[in-house]
């Protein structure tokens, strides 16, 4: 079963067992659409039902089953939130998840063989591809930063056979 990570737990909130949830979805409340949790640290996964959650300031706090005072809740803190990838929702016709785009190599529109997606970064105008470059790169690059504008920088994506098709510059 293939897990996606969404989150992260942080310090108990209160003494009953309430934890702090870091989400990385892109609506952070959207995290808690995924259940159930797998709870995973140092390769060593746990499931986990939701009982109950809501948001505290500007932060959120979850509180699991199984967990009802803060001695268990600081067990928790580190602990990184994945969901089994059969849980997330499909995508429209040219949207992707990164998971997806890391690993795809990346041909400029003169055929030149840039690298391999190392994976991406949020800027907050658009994602960027870091494009790890090819150890034979004969501009010298070791990194390329892409941004992922579709039509513009980002010409096609094709996930079966692995290739990114850009219109950018190799010296760059």
Known sequence: MEKITVGKLGA???IRGWVKVHSFTDDPEGIFSYQPWLL?????????GIVKWRRHN??????LDQVTDRNGAELL???????SADKLPELAEGDFYWRDLEG??????DGYDMGQVDHLMETGSNDVLVVKANSRDSFGQRER???????????KVDTVNGVIEVDWDPSF
């Open 12 to 14: 108990p909130y209160g």
């Open 40 to 48: 995973g640290r140092d390769g060593q996964w746990q499931e986990k």
């Open 58 to 63: 500007k932060g959120l706090v979850v509180l």
């Open 77 to 83: 803190n580190g602990m990184d939130i994945a969901v």
């Open 104 to 109: 795809l190599r990346v041909v400029n529109l």
């Open 145 to 155: 930063l892409i941004p992922f504008v579709m039509d513009q920088f980002i010409k």
